[in-house]
């Protein structure tokens, strides 16, 4: 006997009954992959909380310190001449030591930190160089000014626009013999000065070589 529908008032005919099962069928169909799509987010969260639990704390681990005298020890062998070896205080770490290229000069090169603070420090080489790779390092800066120390006398840098050095707003730059020597960064120019009087026996040593 055919179903009698309420809002029809009448028993439905044979495709009304497919149609009602098929929208039945679809509905189902739609709930079920709902449920599955929400089980399975479900899922994936757990799954990324359990790495995050499983993934170690602390603090990372430090680098190891480039051997500065052991590179410069290398460099003196090969160029049969002095390299630089700064000695700073303790607060300030080696970030980086080696040979780079600036403007066609090749320059000897260590990149010195503060431990807990901002900035940064420079001490350079430029092999057979001069003054001019000085003012390509300090994009065309002049010095206006110098100190001296340890006997050593320095020309002053002040860039005027740091942002266009990359952030070196003070430098110190000498002639050592067939090379030039330039320390230059944002630290203070006492620290600058520091810096400059630890290498003064190698500059010395450098003005010696023919």
Known sequence: ????????GRPE???????RKA????RYRSSKTFRNLI?????????????IAAVPRGEPVPQPQPDVRALAAELEADRGRPVL?????????????????VGGTEAWTMVYVRSGEPGFL?????????DAWVAQVLDG????????????????????NPSGTGNIDYALATPAGPDYVLVYGDASPDTAALAAASVTSQIEQLREVP
């Open 85 to 101: 070896a700064p000695a700073l205080d303790e607060g300030w770490r080696v970030n980086q030591a080696g040979t780079e290229g």
């Open 122 to 130: 420079r001490v350079a080489q430029g092999f057979d160089t001069g």
């Open 23 to 26: 929208e039945a069928s679809a």
């Open 13 to 19: 005919t044979p495709q009304e009954t497919a149609d």
């Open 39 to 51: 089980a399975a987010l479900l899922a994936t969260v757990g799954v990324v909380l359990v790495v």
């Open 1 to 8: 006997m055919a179903r009698v529908v309420a809002h029809l």
């Open 141 to 160: 800066t002049r010095s206006a000014e110098t100190t001296e120390i340890d006997g050593i006398t320095w020309n002053v840098y002040r860039p005027s």
